[in-house]
């Protein structure tokens, strides 16, 4: 299968690449020495698609370029960059992909559960209704703009990504300095939804939905057991053989990071309904067994 990708030196990115190897890979990215140097030789570089009028010759298009949404603080500008380097990028790929006469059977683009806002303990579907605020606002073009790319010819697969856990980075990686030295705990109130999936299942659903010519639409990429951030903290810590009782206080969650915090703060209970529904089997569906594997 040709496949052409963005994203590919992000965190998921790297573990799909390694993933795919048995492919052919053309991956879009600033700088193309780098990310030959990270993910291989022998893929080939695109540092822009500027020199595509459309495309033909693709089999499979997967989108999974962003600027991460937790780390820096909303301003204004952090924003409209975290808006624009999915919006921007998503537009031209479906644009390229109404304009190719044989265009990829399948365009597989990222969103995340942030889609549906602060929900509190309610679990939550691919049908659930959003709460409207800036992450909805976000997820919602973004995913509108890849829509707009299905056709009789082309399915469009959404993936409504949670906390992504794997040995080399991401939200994992973050925690495990603090719980290690036995500083770690619950965020806040603890009781806020925490919908993790493991990079295993994470690539194993892309590649489900690569070859799965039935699957169109949006899909939860989450585990089918959620938890609260109390009790994720609490098995962490057990996995680590450390205690886990310090609790982040939310207001310094907010000095630190305005209103990026509510990100931390509130959550989401998320069940990947439609991807069990096609017959996806999650290799990790219980957070006890995802950490051990991966610590």
Not at 40 to 55: A, F
Not at 173 to 193: D, R, T
Request: hydrophobic content about 40%.
């Amino acid at each position: 299968m040709n496949i052409l990708l963005t994203g590919g030196t992000g965190f998921i990115g790297r573990a799909l690449v390694s993933a795919l190897s048995d492919h052919q890979l053309t991956i879009l990215t600033r700088d193309t020495g780098a990310a030959a140097e990270l993910l291989g030789e022998q893929h080939h570089y695109l540092r822009s698609l500027d020199k595509l009028e459309n495309l033909n010759g693709f089999d499979a298009v997967i989108n999974l370029a962003g600027e991460p949404i937790v780390g820096k603080r909303w301003s204004d500008a952090q924003k409209k960059q975290l808006c624009h380097s999915r919006w921007d990028m998503t537009a031209l790929l479906t644009g390229l992909v109404q304009q190719s006469s044989e265009p990829p059977a399948v365009f597989i683009s990222g969103s995340a559960i942030g889609y549906y806002g602060a929900q509190g303990s309610q679990t939550l579907t691919e049908s659930s209704s959003p709460h409207s605020e800036f992450t909805h606002m976000l997820c919602e073009k973004w995913e509108q703009l890849a829509l707009d790319a299905a056709s009789d010819t082309t399915r469009v697969c959404i993936l409504r990504t949670g906390i992504v856990l794997g040995k080399h980075g991401g939200a994992l990686a973050k925690m495990l300095p603090p719980f290690k030295l036995g500083l770690g705990g619950p965020i806040g109130s603890g009781q806020q939804g925490m919908s993790w999936i493991h990079m295993a299942d994470m690539i194993g659903l892309i590649r489900f939905l690569l070859n799965n010519p039935k699957c169109s639409g949006i899909f939860n990429a989450t585990a089918p057991n959620p938890v609260s951030n109390r009790v994720f903290s609490q098995t962490l810590g057990e996995v680590l053989h450390r205690p886990a009782l310090l609790p982040a206080p939310a207001f310094a969650l907010h000095a630190l990071l305005g209103e990026a915090a509510i990100m931390v703060l509130t959550g989401q209970y998320v069940l990947p309904q439609r991807a069990m529904e096609a017959g996806f089997g999650f290799r990790f569906p219980y957070l006890r067994q995802a950490l051990e594997d991966l610590l």
